[in-house]
């Protein structure tokens, strides 16, 4: 099992920057991508971010935030960060930290961290 707990969540204003930290412990030696979902209220989980730890590390980002927020990992420490610029009201959300040990799903979740943009 692999255990996750995100960081640094929080109130932002428009346009503005935060950013997400993720640790994780356990068989951390079996992960092969780790990624962050959101979800807002009243609306389905969807995903963010990913970034692969299998051969050379690729990112991935969905449509809504590509461009604006970057992903970044060291696997050695398995860790996975989320910086999110130029935030937007529809950015609020939940925001949790993922991860893969097969390499087909998303079979670790961390607990959330809230992000709120509102100025």
């Known amino acids: 099992q692999v255990q996750l707990v995100e960081s640094g969540g929080g109130l932002v204003q428009p346009g503005g920057s935060l950013g997400l930290s993720c640790g994780a412990s356990?068989?951390?030696?079996?992960?092969?991508?780790m990624g962050w979902f959101r979800q807002a209220p009243g609306k389905e989980r969807e995903f963010v971010a990913a970034?692969?730890?299998?051969?050379?590390?690729?990112?991935f980002y969905s449509n809504s935030v590509k461009d604006r927020f970057t992903i970044s990992g060291d696997k050695e420490n398995s860790t996975v960060y989320l910086q999110m610029n130029s935030v937007k009201p529809e950015d609020t959300a939940v925001y949790y930290c993922?991860?893969?040990?097969?390499?087909?799903?998303?079979?670790?979740w961390g607990r959330g961290s809230q992000v709120t943009v509102t100025s």
């Open positions: 356990g068989r951390t030696f079996s992960i092969k991508r």
């Open positions: 993922v991860a893969d040990q097969i390499g087909n799903r998303w079979d670790s």
């Open positions: 970034l692969t730890y299998t051969g050379r590390p690729t990112t």
